[in-house]
């Protein structure tokens, strides 16, 4: 038993890997297993704020993240984003992260084309429409320093935005008539996985005052729960489990409710693999004397 | 899927499986990799600045007469002497302005939002309606609130060094500890539950967007060349597979393991 331990203590680390690997092409295979999804207060929160809304109200998503955080959220931007043109919510969208007006205009692209297919939601029939740009949304586009633009933002759009993504002036948007600066939208949403969330809450929120929600990467999910408490967020998606708890309240499965079922298996490697490694460090331990370290 | 997209699709997809390839040891195909994702990010970052940022909030300005423009002009041009050793003194204008700025707007909104905002959400009165919440530790309950005061303060407590953590004080300072070590546990399970996501991803990419269309007949725009790009790729890992193995044979595990 002990000689088995210390075998597996000195295991090269590759074989996890490869286990890992194997456990995770395996049970991505399992189509048919569905994986029970809890839905948390914070997730429904930002449901509930798109839902209640009336048609043709506004809302604010910026989209500041690069392609190394789409595994976890680009399944929220797309659940959201659905969500809203489908309930007829327009959206004004920015990117404050160098590489997010590409993961935003894939999404605006991909979210058109399934806006444009007859899908029945929670029961409720949408039919398929055209999203038009101008109309159902303003993508402004990309300026770095996020703190300056969020200020200016706070402002007036126009400051940082002269143009649209595009190219059109923003006087020139029939969706931006109304819409001065993120006070004039009924709330903001952020998805990003960096510290763009703490600008956003500090030269944003503390300084506007305006609803806030944040979607954000597993890695920095839990440093902001203490902004839920306080108020300072309205909602809170974390990781690819807040957008597979998105995509199941807006009963639309997706990337992240298709991925769940490989989290739920790889986890349970990944414990076994903990709990074989502690309990063959104390075994060797013991069997070393009480010096115990290696 | 059009042939250049399905083209583009297996670019991607060899990169992904060249990036994967580290986890068995750093080789040839992970430094492309590498070097590539570097490279073209400096590129991409470069041109996204001057048509999103310099071209419609600089130039396009001056070009309508906006003087007032020349202002930021000459203090961002300033900035380039601090590659002169004789005139570097006069980046520190530009310098001392944008410092001055960012320290100004920054101090009153970040005490407001991490401390005097958290000090209030801290002290909130006790929910008795809703003492458990809706679920379980719903952070608007009034269990949560007494939960999260008292953690607070013992984690306070357990970095107050100037008393030994004896008795009472060193019982709470304990238990702050504990409250502590429940965050980084959280914190962990997240970044595992992170990392998974990330090799979901690319499986669902292989999947669906590369394997799937290198053999969709029904595609309009199919030839045969799909499946043939797709096992060129495959081919190309295969040999590099049998290379570490002749490789592994020649020298031992220890020249060619490298990761352990």
């Known amino acids: 038993m002990k000689a088995t331990f210390e075998k597996l203590m000195l295991l090269d680390r590759r074989w996890v890997f490869l286990a890992l690997a194997v456990v995770g092409v395996a049970s991505y295979s399992l189509k048919d297993f569905q994986v029970p999804i809890l839905v948390t207060n914070e997730s429904r929160q930002i449901f509930a704020a798109i839902d209640e809304l009336e048609e043709g109200a506004t809302i604010f998503l910026s989209i500041d993240y690069d392609p190394n955080s789409l595994a976890e959220l680009h399944p929220m931007t797309y659940a959201i984003m659905e969500h809203a043109f489908r309930r007829g919510v327009r959206i004004v969208i920015t990117s404050l992260s160098t590489n997010g007006p590409g993961m935003a205009d894939e999404a605006i692209r991909a979210i058109a084309d399934s806006v444009r297919i007859d899908r029945e939601y929670n029961g409720v029939m949408y039919p398929g429409r055209e999203v038009v740009n101008g ?33 059109t002036p923003l006087e020139e948007l029939p969706l931006m008539e109304n819409v001065r600066n993120l006070s004039s939208t009924e709330c903001v949403i952020v998805i990003t996985g960096t510290n763009i969330a703490d600008m956003w809450l500090a030269y944003g929120q503390a300084r506007q005052g305006f609803p806030l929600a944040f979607g954000l990467t597993g890695v920095s999910t839990a440093q902001y729960y203490p902004y839920l408490n306080s108020g300072q967020l309205f909602g809170l998606l974390g990781g690819m489990l807040g957008a597979a708890e998105y995509e199941q309240l807006a009963d639309n499965p997706g990337l992240a409710l298709d991925g769940m079922r490989v989290q739920l298996f790889l986890h349970w490697t990944i414990i076994i693999f903990i709990v074989i490694g502690n309990v ?10 009480a010096g115990g370290n290696v | 899927m059009e042939f250049w997209n399905f083209f583009w699709t ?51 300005r001056l070009a309508d007469g906006r003087w007032i423009y020349l202002i930021p002009l000459v203090l961002g041009l300033m900035m380039w002497f601090r590659f002169s050793k004789k005139l570097s003194w006069m980046s520190r204008y530009p310098m001392a302005v944008y410092i001055g700025i960012g320290a100004g707007v920054a101090i009153p909104l970040e005490m407001a939002t991490k401390v005097i905002r958290q000090l209030n959400g801290m002290m909130r009165p006790i929910d008795w309606e809703n003492f458990f919440g809706a679920g379980w530790l719903d952070v608007t309950a009034g269990f949560s609130g007494i939960l999260l005061f008292v953690g607070a303060i013992a984690g306070l407590i357990y970095f107050f060094f100037s008393k030994a953590h004896t008795g009472v004080f060193g019982g709470v300072a304990k238990f702050g500890l504990w409250i502590l070590m429940l965050g980084f546990g959280a914190s962990f399970g997240f970044t595992v539950m992170a990392r998974i996501s990330l090799l979901i991803n690319r499986i669902q990419f292989l999947d669906n967007e590369w394997i799937s269309n290198a053999f969709d007949s029904s595609n309009e725009h199919y030839t045969v060349m799909y499946p043939i790009l797709f096992w060129l790729v495959i081919l190309g890992l295969v040999a590099y597979i049998v290379y570490e193995i002749i490789a592994y044979r020649r020298r031992g595990p220890e020249e060619t393991a490298g990761t352990t």
């Open chain 1, 135 to 167: 109309v159902d949304y303003a993508f402004l586009g990309y300026k770095p320093y996020p703190a300056i633009v969020i200020l200016a933002m706070g402002q007036d759009f126009r400051i940082p935005f002269p143009a649209d993504y595009y190219g």
């Open chain 1, 280 to 289: 063959g460090f104390f075994v060797t331990r013991k069997r070393r004397g």
């Open chain 2, 10 to 60: 297996t670019v991607a997809a060899f990169f992904t499986l060249a990036t994967f390839s580290f986890l068995y040891k750093d080789n040839p195909l992970y430094k492309i990799a590498e070097h590539l994702v570097v490279g073209v990010s400096a590129g991409f970052f470069v041109m996204v600045l001057w048509h999103t940022t310099l071209v419609p909030n600089l130039i396009d």
